[in-house]
């Protein structure tokens, strides 16, 4: 029967492209994603290596989002266009039927009820996706700003926001990922291979089966005409300029999303390699009964210590001789480029941090900078040796040279 051959169109080609550019946009989102997601499982550790490392993976997870984002306004206008200036029916809005349609194919995958239900241009199934869409991005576009502008965004915002805008992004990438393998792959591509998103178009079975209702406005030549040239070009007078203005002042929200502040990615330049993870040395059980511990005090003389741990005391150092070196070596990766204390240069040293002096020469109890070292648990640590010498030269004035 040659009426079986019949196809009807149904994805016009800059919809077939639009899917495509989602496809590729979603899909590399998702795999430069969630493995940021799961960073601690071996899995991910092998994908962002093979991806070129953790700032690459990032950088190509914002080119992905910034061509969805890209995406949506295109697709914003083309809606726009089809409403307004071709008056074509809003065919994707849900409405009640769509959710007997559900209840009754609920009903018929149980072998219940009244059969398949007849459905019209985009079904129930379609219609939940592409809402799901809607929000997805709503949702991943308002989360990514905050993770991507945390500065910002905490400068309107209690900081609690950022773990929480992590957990929200992290959350709906599971589900539209999982969503899309589950609901999707399952209806497009198993329950019937549905290739018209491709080609462009159905067969007759197919439109019977998913669009009956469509199917029948269309042989019963019901669609709505085209609008006429003349009130196509009038309407049209009046959606280009409003699109053009909406579009620039999306595009113009695009680029303020994308460059508004620096990222983690260029704000703190990675000086050097340095361990940022340091395991906390474990706290040392207590003895009963409690014995005098032959710990660093602060009140003890360098001279003191020196002859508890049985080795002679050295010279003096000053910052000239090595001290200076010590703290560029040990502390200048963080104290130094992230702004606070400084301890590259004797001044700064001297000077201290946001909470006043760390170094008091002379004065080794009232010096933070020997107290925090004691604790044992800064991120930096100086071994036992070298702090005796940073003790042993507060003590002695902390001099210069
Ligand atoms: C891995 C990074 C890192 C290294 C290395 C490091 N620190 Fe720190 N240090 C920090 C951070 C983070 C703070 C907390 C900053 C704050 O509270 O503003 C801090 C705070 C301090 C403070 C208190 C500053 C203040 O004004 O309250 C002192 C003193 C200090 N560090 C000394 C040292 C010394 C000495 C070394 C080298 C042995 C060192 N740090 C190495 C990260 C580091």
Not at 307 to 333: E, H, R, Y
Not at 365 to 383: E, F, Y
Request: proline share 8%; aromatic share 8%.
């Amino acid at each position: 029967m040659t009426q079986e051959k019949q196809t009807f169109p149904r994805f016009t080609l800059d919809r077939r492209v639009e899917h495509i550019l989602l496809i590729l946009s979603f899909t590399i989102l998702a795999l430069t994603g969630l493995p940021q997601k799961y960073p601690f499982s071996p899995v991910s550790k092998f994908m962002i290596d093979a991806m070129g490392g953790i700032e690459t993976v990032r950088i190509i997870h914002r080119v992905a989002a910034t061509t969805f984002l890209l995406e949506s306004i295109y697709h914003l206008v083309v809606i726009g266009y089809k409403l307004f200036v071709r008056r074509e029916q809003a065919s994707m809005l849900p409405g009640i039927k769509d959710l007997r349609d559900a209840i009754q194919v609920f009903l018929y995958n149980l072998g219940l009820g009244k059969g398949w239900p007849r459905m019209g241009r985009y079904n129930f199934i379609e219609k939940a996706e592409y809402w799901a869409l809607v929000w997805g991005l709503v949702v991943m576009a308002l989360t990514g700003f905050m993770l991507w502008n945390p500065i910002a965004t905490t400068n309107l915002l209690p900081g609690v926001i950022i773990p929480a805008a992590k957990a929200a992004h992290g959350g709906e990438a599971l589900l539209a990922v999982l969503a899309i393998i589950l609901w999707h792959f399952y209806h497009v591509h198993i329950r019937r291979w549905n290739m018209s998103m491709f080609n462009g178009h159905m067969s007759r079975e197919e439109m019977a089966e998913e669009h009956a209702l469509e199917l029948e406005d269309i042989e019963a030549g019901k669609l709505p005409p085209p609008p006429t040239e003349t009130e196509r070009r009038r309407r049209l007078a009046i959606f280009t300029p409003v699109a053009a203005v909406v579009s620039v002042l999306l595009l113009l929200g695009v680029y303020r999303f994308v460059t508004f502040e620096d990222t983690a990615i260029d704000t703190i330049v990675p000086i050097e390699q340095s361990n940022v993870f340091v395991p906390q040395t474990p706290t040392p059980l207590p003895t009963f009964p409690p014995t005098a511990t032959v710990e660093v005090l602060p009140t003890q003389l360098p001279a003191e210590q020196t002859a508890a741990a049985g080795q002679p005391a050295g010279p003096v150092l000053t910052w000239n001789t090595g001290i200076g070196d010590l703290m560029v070596d040990k502390c200048g990766a963080c104290h130094g480029t992230l702004g606070g204390l400084t301890l590259k240069t004797y001044d700064a040293a001297i000077a201290g941090g946001a909470h006043g002096p760390v170094i008091v020469p002379g004065d080794v109890p009232n010096s933070l900078l020997v107290t925090i070292q004691q604790l044992g648990k800064h991120p930096g640590q100086l071994d036992p040796q070298e702090l005796e010498q940073v003790i042993a030269w507060i003590q002695a004035g902390a001099p210069e040279e």
